[in-house]
């Protein structure tokens, strides 16, 4: 075992948490991903590969599908981010790329990303002022990628107008982090 | 703008950078073309008032290349289609 | 007539009665020895020195609409000679010069106001770009100055030093820089030109040209064919739809770019200051508003508007640099159609018909241009050779590999 | 304190007095005022004077379309030019000031101005200040500039903030007018998603000034109680406060909300305003109509205004800028503010109209076929000068005079997308034309339906058959639904000093002269005379300049043309449109693996496009930024460094087809590298210039990581996709960018391996036979963390470059500090690497600077024959490999204590010094402490031939000639012996 201590996104040692009137915004650093993409040729055995590994058709455009030890966004054309635990699944794309072979091209990303959770009541409020997402359709289980405040993001409902959770680029965490809590201080 | 993403549905035009005219997609055989039909394909752009296929790529969605047909004079978006698809067709 | 301040003294107490028509305006003629096609800036000014420097006679203007309601109308009226390039700097400061004495040339007051341009320095490498570009502008006999972040603290109290993500670092100012009210600039070009007996033909617009055996011998008008022993065409914004009725394909896109004033407000600029690390320069009119603008949309467009999120890039920059204006009013916003070229430089050339001249490409730096281009485009009209200053704005540079690209963009027009 | 025109009911809360100020004097008003209804109940008329003439002004309506009473709100930092007193709700404690007067409004020393108006006509400055030439910089121009401008900034920073945002709707419904309501209520009980935006902080729209009754109750309650059913309705977002200021591209709207310009200061946290980017499915405009006025001479006089704003202070607001009025009007709508004002105890002293057949009135003198023809009273009317139907003269004496010519549609936002209205002749107005904006349309008084029942009937049509709604049409309530009669007139016989723009001055003489000198197009008429460039956006002037002009040059209004309205529909803060993108906000920041680490370290940072890098770690004692910055080359030389590169973009490759891919990016060959090593790859653009540089690692056959330049990652990831998508489309290749998932370090110096070998787990052999000069591989650290390595070198020393998971990054820089100790580690920053890279001669940003070929940075045979690759061909183009072609050099100064500076030109050692006889320029300059002088890199004509050639750098800019020598850009370890150690 190695003896190198991790820090968070945000830079800390825990993870961060805030709340603001009725909203919270809680770090989540235990999330293991890899993006997996399928062959050229190989969408479909890719997509049978998915099924296997998520219990679920693979999420399609714009859409997540949640499940244990492995979730999945739809990230692009037969491309998709695969998400679980990070205390057992460190070696994500390892265990990933095991399972699909030759079938489609499998990349860590798990510290590429900074991950949260939003969540309270009204968290729409704080979503309208971050970036352009048709709320009125947002459903538990859509996905999108949009930009917060310059920063491309993965914005995934997980419960319409509580929970939602916002994956930004790792080394811009605290960009939008101050974004985030700055739209909860103008609405709470 | 809002564009007609063929996967994702309306998106709002800030998510995309424009790449130029579709031509670009028609790059000449390396083996067979004109010095000159290299300049053409660099450099002469037909810059219609009207429609026009141009390429749009999703740098913040979803990263594919879109060919969107645009009215340049009244800026109605009739067509997008995705580049690697239609690419991959002709 | 001329215009002096003693004229309008005297035409003040007899009731402003004495004051006729800036230009006349006259059917067309069935031949011309030049036809430009094309009443802006450009048009005009070219115009203009044919008849007062070439000693052309039998000069034409048309205008599909009224003379000046393309770019030399909706622009944010800066002019300067800060470019880097052996191509382009000797015409700029060219066309600086011929701005110097323009109210003399054309007995009009375009209020040519040089109250300098400031290009702000914010990192080591625009530090070291900026030096070369100094440089260079120095060694073509412009004038630059290179400023610390002491200096610019100094002029320019009321930017952003201390909360900015992109801190000053210093500026390379052009003090000759300025502005110039764009109207007067048309206006006045008509009306000089008009009193050398060109005649300038509104609201007649080019439907196609007369081309025979490859030569031009006129154009098919509104107002039916003019016969013309040479044909230029200045008409940037719309280069490709004219050249396209003689078969041309251009090394152009037509793009939009927004501009922007604020309402009146009491002078706070001293010029013209551009922000190195956003998309925003400004300078205040001499009515007070505060005129800005910043990228262009970046999308091909003939619809002279464009969308907000370039107006929001554009009062991000302002807001990041100049946090002051925050509480002043947007009043207007408009869009102008720009020539954009494959290396950002303009063309002034002939074409492969004989008779048939080409002046474009401007980009967004037309409106500076102005009378060194159509000083430039008489001289090649009349002498059917480049004028000195503009021998590098040819067609074929792109065939030979002799792009003139200031910014480095490479043949993506957008980009420039 | 007294409210001396105060009048009985209104929408005011009585129950509460406001104080505020004006021009420091203290006054009292009400809730539901603005500063206009507050300052005209105080019995105070003069609000402000005009641009140019600087005349005495009141306002002269009670809305947006205001020109005159502009003020300045609020002191210190948060000091607001140009606010429409009309529009300025009231709060306790509002501090107003007039401005464009000096020394005081009443007396103001500019007025002189009006009395030299005979020389200052349009246009009148283009004909002079031409002699001498001198004097127009020095004399002329700042007094003209003294004069710009009307309200001033103050100078500080904003210390408000503004926020944006998304909201997307089935129905947008601009306008909360009675059509806009009677939509609003339509679309809404259908379930609807609907978007109800309204500029006013009541809605209502004019409901609220009138005297109208709607379903048996008075309209203005109607409008509450239909504002109370939608505020209940969950699928209705009521937005009050809200502008929608333009139009845009497929149905998107920008709006603003004033979120806290009714208070003094918004609450903590609390934006300003907020921009609000509306995306509407469908867009009903409901904006109704402005009242214009006509024409006469002197018609600008403080008490003077459109007569349905009379009405409106009256009804709405309960004030009366006079106990005793009168109107002037064409048509019968003016009659209702003198049966209204009569109503509310207001003497009416006459009503001028001049129409012959005007209805008579018993409660007031109706003056038929009458024309008002002059006006008086220095700083408020006190007096009109009436020419009566059978030419004699008559005076009335007024405190007010309420002008009413007619109604014109608001069609801005209907010509946003540069459509046109339309003219109809029926109600000698524009109608919104033809071509809207796709997907909106328009219902209510802009779209001509002027009565009250036409505007609820319109409204619900409007809605329904916007959203395509089925089923019984909704009943209309009971309103006023008088016929509508606009008789055109647009100004009175004979006058010229008769104000058409009132804040840009701009009178009917002018636009006599303006038509007499051939500025005749109504854009030659609107620059040349500056009607209509207003603050208003000549909501109240351009249609009397058009009748004028149209009737000068005998032709109809539609003839001579519309003017186009642009965005915003009323003046919009820059901050709102600003948002929370300013100060360090301005872009996102990227902070690095070991930033945390270099902070406690002192580290000093520098912005490289979004990242903060540490640019040198200073040690205590080193007062000056060199002394740091050697010391730390110096100790990598030595022994070994430490520099975070994370920054370097970092792309995923993958597929079978990955190198046949790379094959085709990268000018030089790739197909045939073996797995486990890294080459060094040249990209061009299509044009044949280099676009950026970095290298390839070959993890396994199907599988590269590229790097790229720090400042070009995104644009090359988007060429890369390009590529992919669009020229090979078949082809089976996979991209990601990992750029922040790894903390990358470089660890250079000749004790790197050895510092390395301390970290690296043992069975991973990174001896130099095992791992030599530009190996790659996986490798794990510390007892089994997964890592890369890559053995490649910017420094020009033995060098490593190790990746771990970016959340280890931190600890792996604490880990190789602490084991590097043995060796003196150092860290270093962007300086140093910058110093070393040149040192070395490698080309970076500054020489790969978008102009710059393979052949100009030495690389010309890189370009491989034998393959095509994206810009191989366009390369070859003779201008681009002409003999004297600039290629990259070194330089030293002759007398090694001179500068050499970045930026600087070449010339040759004796002969002129000017653009002719330029030989190319430096780049990048450094200090080598290595050397002990400084050093350079440049492009120079015919470079690789020159070395040993004298030349003479010059920067006049920076003041600086010296003699520098050419000589091969490596200045250290030419030979590559250390690397390969």
């Known amino acids: 075992m190695h003896d190198l201590i991790p820090i968070t996104a945000l830079g800390g040692t825990t993870a961060h948490v805030d709340t603001i009137g009725d909203t919270t915004l809680t770090e989540l650093p235990d999330i293991a991903l890899a993006s997996v993409a399928a062959r050229a040729g190989q969408e479909t055995a890719c997509g049978a590969k998915l099924r296997d590994m998520l219990g679920a058709d693979a999420p399609a455009a714009g859409k997540a599908v949640f499940g244990d030890p492995f979730s999945a966004l739809w990230i692009g054309p037969d491309q998709w981010m695969i998400s679980a635990d990070f205390a057992t699944h460190e070696d994500i794309a390892a265990q990933v790329s095991s399972r699909f072979g030759r079938c489609a091209s499998v990349t860590e990303q798990t510290d590429a990303w900074v991950c949260f959770d939003l969540s309270g009541a009204g968290v729409n409020a704080v979503l309208e002022l971050l970036c352009n997402i048709n709320l009125l359709q947002f459903a538990a289980g859509d996905s999108t990628r949009t930009s917060i405040h310059h920063l491309g993001c993965l914005v995934t409902c997980i419960e319409p107008d509580r929970l939602v959770r916002i994956m930004g680029p790792r080394a811009s965490a605290g960009s939008l982090h101050h974004a985030v809590t700055t739209a909860m201080t103008s609405v709470a | 703008m809002i564009i007609n993403h063929p996967l994702l549905g309306p998106r709002d035009s800030a998510e995309f950078v424009y790449l130029g005219a579709a031509t670009l997609m028609d790059r000449p055989d390396p083996d067979t073309a004109t010095a000159e039909e290299w300049h053409d394909y660099g450099y002469l752009r037909d810059n219609p008032a009207g429609p026009h296929r141009e390429l749009w790529f999703h740098e913040g969605g979803d990263r594919s290349i879109l060919i969107v047909t645009r009215n340049t004079t009244t800026h109605e978006i009739t067509a997008v289609e995705l580049a690697r698809t239609v690419g991959a067709r002709t | 007539m001329r215009y002096s301040g003693f004229k309008v003294i005297k035409e003040a107490l007899t009731g402003h009665k004495g004051w006729t028509q800036a230009w006349r305006d006259p059917e067309p003629q069935a031949q011309y020895d030049i036809v430009i096609i094309g009443g802006g800036g450009h048009g005009l000014a070219t115009a203009h020195y044919l008849a007062s420097v070439y000693g052309e006679r039998r000069v034409a203007v048309i205008e599909k609409g009224w003379i000046g309601g393309g770019n030399v109308g909706r622009n944010t009226t800066i002019i300067r000679s800060n470019y880097l390039l052996d191509g382009n700097e000797p015409f700029y400061e060219f066309s600086l010069k011929l701005w110097e004495g323009l109210e003399q040339d054309l007995n009009y007051n375009a209020m040519v106001s040089q109250r300098g341009i400031m290009n702000l320095i914010h990192s080591d490498a625009q530090r070291d770009a900026f030096i070369r570009r100094g440089n260079a502008m120095i060694l073509n006999g412009a004038d630059a100055e290179l400023l610390s972040e002491a200096q610019i603290r100094l002029e320019y109290p009321f930017l952003n030093f201390d909360d900015a993500r992109f801190p000053i670092k210093g500026g390379l100012a052009q003090r000759r820089g300025g502005t110039v009210r764009h109207d007067a600039v048309a206006w006045g070009y008509a009306r000089a030109a008009d009193s050398r007996g060109v005649d300038i033909i509104q609201n007649c617009e080019v439907i196609g040209f007369r081309i025979e055996d490859g030569t031009c011998l006129g154009v098919e008008t509104s107002k039916g064919f003019i016969g013309a022993g040479r044909v230029g065409c200045a008409v940037a914004g719309n280069s490709s739809r004219l050249m396209a009725k003689a078969g041309m394909r251009l090394p152009i896109e037509s793009h939009v770019l927004q501009a922007f004033v604020s309402e009146g407000l009491k002078p706070v600029l001293p010029g013209v200051i551009t922000f190195g690390a956003g998309h925003f320069y400004v300078s205040q009119s001499d009515k007070g508003g505060l005129v800005f603008g910043g990228d262009i949309d970046g999308y091909n467009s003939y619809a002279q508007r464009g969308n907000l999120p370039v107006v929001e890039d554009v009062c991000e920059g302002g807001m990041a640099i100049m946090p002051m204006i925050g509480r002043a009013r947007l009043l207007r916003m408009w869009g102008g159609i720009m020539d954009m070229s494959m290396d950002g430089s303009p063309i002034i050339d002939r074409t492969h018909i004989d008779g048939l001249y080409f002046n474009g490409g401007w980009c967004y730096g037309g409106f500076k241009a102005t009378p060194a281009s159509g000083y430039a485009f008489a001289h090649l009209l009349a002498r059917d050779e480049p004028h000195e200053t503009a021998t590098a704005y040819r067609f074929d540079r792109f065939r030979t590999g002799h792009m003139i690209d200031e910014k480095g963009m490479g043949n993506q027009p957008n980009l420039h | ?981």
């Open chain 4, 1 to 981: 304190m007294t409210q001396k025109n105060r009048l009985g009911g209104g929408q005011v809360d009585r129950n509460t007095t406001l104080t505020f100020t004006f021009d420091g004097k203290t006054y009292a008003g009400h809730p539901g005022d603005t500063l206009a209804s507050a300052l005209l109940a105080n019995n105070v008329r003069l609000m402000g004077r005009s641009f140019k003439y600087h005349r005495p002004r009141g306002p002269l309506s009670a809305g947006s379309e205001e020109p005159n009473a502009i003020v300045e709100l609020r002191s210190g930092a948060r000091q607001e030019p140009n606010t429409r007193a009309t529009t300025a709700e009231l709060f306790d404690g509002l501090a107003a000031r007039s401005q464009n007067r000096w020394p005081s409004l009443a007396f103001d020393a500019m007025a002189v101005n009006d009395r030299l108006s005979g020389f200052l006509t349009a246009g009148f400055y283009y004909k002079t200040f031409m002699w001498p030439a001198a004097f127009w910089e020095k004399i002329y121009e700042p007094i003209i500039r003294k004069a710009a401008g009307l309200g001033s900034l103050s100078m500080q920073a904003d210390p408000d903030t503004y926020d944006k945002g998304f909201r997307h709707c089935d129905l947008l419904i601009i306008g909360a007018g009675p059509a806009g309501l009677s939509a609003a209520l339509t679309a809404g009980r259908a379930g609807k998603h609907v978007i109800l935006a309204d500029e006013d902080f009541r809605m209502g729209g004019r409901l609220n000034a009138e005297t109208f009754s709607v379903a048996d109750m008075a309209g203005a309650d109607w409008a509450t109680q239909s504002v109370a059913e939608l505020s209940a309705m969950p699928n209705v977002r009521l937005m009050p406060r809200t502008t929608v200021i333009g139009a845009f591209d497929h149905g998107i709207y920008g709006a603003v909300e004033r979120i806290s310009d009714h208070v003094a200061v918004p609450e903590t946290g609390k934006p300003r305003q907020i921009l609000w980017r509306i995306y509407a499915q469908n867009t009903l405009l409901c904006a109704g109509a402005t009242e214009r006025p006509i024409a006469f001479e002197n018609n600008d006089r403080p008490g003077i205004m459109l007569a349905a704003s009379l009405r409106a202070y009256a009804n709405r607001w309960a004030a009366t800028p006079a106990p005793r009025v009168a109107v002037f009007t064409s048509n019968d709508d003016g009659h209702r503010t003198a049966r209204d004002l009569h109503a509310k105890g207001v003497k009416v002293a006459a009503v001028i109209d001049t129409r012959a057949d005007a209805p008579r009135s018993h409660d007031y003198e109706v003056l038929q076929g009458a024309q008002v023809v002059d006006t008086m009273g220095r700083l408020g009317l006190t007096f009109v000068e009436v020419r009566q139907a059978n030419g004699e003269m008559r005076t009335v004496e007024c405190g007010a005079l309420g002008v009413s010519g007619g109604w014109n549609p608001n069609v801005q936002l209907t010509c946003h997308q540069r459509g046109r209205p339309a003219w109809d002749d029926a109600l000698a107005a524009f109608v919104p034309g033809g071509t809207l904006p796709p997907g909106m349309v328009v219902a209510g008084a802009v779209g001509g339906q002027f009565s009250t029942y036409a505007a609820l009937k319109s409204g619900a049509d409007a809605a329904r058959q916007a959203l395509g709604l089925k089923g019984r049409a909704p009943r209309i309530p009971d309103a006023e639904d008088a016929p509508v009669e606009q008789t055109p007139f647009w100004y009175v016989e004979g006058c010229t000093r008769a104000w058409l723009d009132q804040q840009n001055d701009v009178t009917v003489k002018d636009v006599k002269l303006s038509h007499q000198e051939g500025f005749r197009s109504v854009e030659h008429l609107k620059r040349y005379t500056t009607l209509g460039m207003a603050t208003d956006q000549g909501k109240t002037s351009n249609m009397g300049g058009l009748a004028i002009m149209a009737e000068l040059a005998g032709k109809t209004i539609p003839e001579v043309g519309t003017t186009i309205f642009r965005p915003p529909y009323t003046p919009t803060s820059i901050g709102a449109l600003a948002g929370r993108m300013r100060g360090k906000e301005f872009h996102p920041t990227r902070l690095t693996p070991s930033h945390v680490w270099a902070k406690e370290r002192g580290a000093v940072f520098v912005e490289v496009g979004n990242w903060l890098r540490a640019q040198w770690f200073p040690l205590p004692g080193e007062t000056h930024w060199r002394q740091s910055v050697d010391r730390e080359v110096m100790a990598t030389r030595a022994s070994v460094g430490v520099c975070d590169c994370t920054t370097l973009g970092k792309i995923d490759v993958q597929g079978t087809d990955a190198a046949t891919f790379l094959n085709k990016v990268y000018c030089n060959g790739f197909a045939k590298l073996a797995v486990g090593k890294t080459r060094y790859g040249l990209m061009l653009r299509e044009d044949g210039i280099a676009m950026d540089d970095g290298t390839a690692a070959r993890l396994a056959e199907d599988h590269f990581v590229v790097t790229t330049t720090t400042a070009n990652a995104g644009k090359v990831y988007q060429h890369m996709e390009f590529v992919r998508q669009c020229l090979m489309p078949e082809a089976d290749v996979q991209l990601i960018s990992t750029t922040e998932a790894w903390a990358q370090y470089a660890v250079a110096g000749p004790n790197s391996r050895k510092l390395l070998q301390k970290i690296v787990d043992a069975e991973y052999d990174i001896s130099n036979d095992a791992f030599p000069f530009m190996a790659c591989g996986n490798i794990t650290v510390c007892g089994g963390l997964r890592a890369r390595l890559f053995r490649i070198s910017f420094s020009g020393e033995l060098a490593f470059e190790i990746a771990v998971p970016a959340r280890y990054g931190d600890a792996l820089m604490r880990k190789l500090m602490t084991e590097g100790e043995a060796f003196d580690v150092t860290p270093y920053g962007t300086e140093a690497l910058g110093a070393m890279r040149i040192e070395k001669g490698h080309a970076a940003g500054n020489e790969l600077n978008g102009t710059t070929t393979a052949l100009n940075l030495g690389m010309g045979r890189m370009v491989s024959k034998t393959k095509d690759s994206i810009g191989s061909k366009l390369s070859e183009r003779p201008g681009l490999n002409t003999a004297d072609a600039l290629v990259q050099v070194g330089l030293r100064p002759v007398d090694a204590a001179d500068k050499i500076t970045a930026g600087g030109h070449l010339m040759h050692a004796d002969g002129p010094v000017d653009a002719a006889h330029d030989q190319g320029y430096v780049t990048s300059a450094a200090y080598s402490p290595t050397l002990g002088h400084m050093i350079g890199l440049g492009f120079l004509k015919d470079g690789a031939n020159r070395h040993g050639e004298t030349l003479r750098l010059v920067s006049p800019v920076t003041d600086l000639t010296v003699n520098v020598e050419i000589v091969s850009a490596h200045f250290v370890d030419p030979e590559g012996d250390r690397v390969r150690a």
